[in-house]
């Protein structure tokens, strides 16, 4: 599928052409998940990880109404900086396109973007998932691992969030969490939640081998690997827990609802960790676009011949 509003970048579209190693990247935590300047620090940091590692960065934004895949640096610095731009998932692309406004894109956005530009693996900080306090809220990522057949590299799922709940709504939809290097899923700020994933894999090319056994199977939805945040950046898990409690009363406090309350606990969370949680973040942000880069350069790699 090639929507008329898709426009794929030169770099992006050579990549593609020829086999090498492409690396979607969601901007949601440029436009509303980090605080400028490291909105864009991150952004570059990222695309940066890509690149060293051998493989194209294809960052995802709507832009004037077109769906972008790969992005000038002066593209990333304006998201970094708009007051208005919408946060696009599967459902906001009509919107985003026919009113021709900017937009960055979730984890289930840039994987659809992903998916129609031929793109195979993203990376991202932490998905979306069942929310604390209301499992019938639920992110529109989970919904989009069980359908769209793109591997999304990641810390886990938000920590603020309802993780077991998030974990079994997983496994009821059949997508496979694969901890790297790691019996554990990551809880995003903290290496440790508790909770076991359904397979460990220890390189890229372990991933890789699963994945592609993953597609020969027919299934429809994609795969989700977890990678714990760097050591030397992460917090406890105890840590972790009593900044988020900290920002989840002054929320229920403050009255705040829907599509504000994820950006509101993060930013209630740094300040309550005393910019821990922002470290993290951003260091984590960065390994997984490295692991993304590794695993897409072991998927592109061509089986060898034997000789008989």
């Known amino acids: 599928m090639n929507p008329y509003f898709l426009?794929?970048?030169?770099?992006?579209?050579?990549?593609?052409?020829?086999?090498?190693?492409?690396?979607g990247l969601e901007t949601t935590v440029v436009t509303h998940g980090l605080p400028r300047p490291q909105n864009l620090e991150a952004a570059r940091a990222m695309e940066a990880a890509v690149r060293a590692a051998g493989?194209?960065?294809?960052?995802?934004?709507?832009?004037?109404?077109?769906?972008?895949?790969?992005?000038?640096?002066?593209?990333?610095?304006?998201?970094?900086?708009?007051e208005q731009v919408l946060k696009v998932s599967r459902r906001q692309f009509a919107v985003a396109v026919a009113r021709r406004a900017d937009g960055g894109t979730t984890v289930a956005g840039t994987m659809l973007a992903s998916q129609w530009a031929g793109i195979k693996i993203m990376a991202t900080g932490g998905i979306g998932g069942v929310h604390r306090g209301?499992?019938?809220?639920?992110?529109?990522?989970?919904?989009?691992?069980?359908?769209?057949?793109?591997?999304?590299?990641?810390?886990?799922a938000k920590a603020i969030l309802d993780l077991?709940?998030?974990?079994?709504?997983?496994?009821?939809?059949?997508?496979?969490?694969?901890?790297y290097q790691t019996d554990e899923f990551p809880a995003f700020y903290s290496r440790e939640s508790g909770l076991d994933v359904s397979a460990r894999a220890d390189s890229a090319s372990e991933?890789?081998?699963?994945?592609?056994a993953h597609r020969a199977t027919d299934s429809l939805g994609g795969l989700l690997v977890a990678v714990p945040c760097p050591e030397e950046f992460a917090m406890s898990?105890?840590?972790?827990e009593r900044a988020i409690q900290a920002a989840l009363a002054e929320a229920e406090a403050q009255g705040i609802r829907g599509n504000a309350v994820t950006p509101f606990l993060?930013?209630?969370?740094a300040e309550f960790s005393e910019g821990q949680s922002l470290r993290a973040n951003l260091a984590l942000l960065e390994n997984n676009a490295r692991i993304a880069s590794e695993i897409a350069a072991a998927l592109a790699e061509r089986p060898r011949l034997r000789h008989v």
Do not use: F, M
């Not at 493989?55 to 708009?82: F, N």
């Not at 709504?169 to 969490?177: D, F, G, I, K, N």
């Not at 991933?207 to 592609?212: D, E, L, R, T, Y």
């Not at 993060?266 to 969370?269: I, S």
């Open 7 to 23: 426009s794929v970048s030169r770099e992006i579209t050579a990549a593609l052409a020829r086999g090498r190693p492409v690396v």
């Open 134 to 156: 209301d499992r019938a809220d639920v992110s529109a990522d989970l919904p989009e691992l069980a359908r769209t057949p793109v591997v999304v590299v990641c810390s886990g």
């Open 164 to 179: 077991p709940a998030t974990l079994e709504w997983l496994e009821t939809y059949s997508v496979p969490v694969l901890g």
């Open 207 to 212: 991933v890789a081998a699963i994945v592609k």
């Open 55 to 82: 493989a194209a960065p294809a960052s995802v934004a709507v832009l004037g109404g077109q769906v972008k895949v790969g992005l000038e640096d002066a593209e990333l610095a304006h998201l970094a900086q708009a």
């Open 237 to 240: 898990a105890a840590e972790s």
């Open 266 to 269: 993060l930013n209630r969370v």
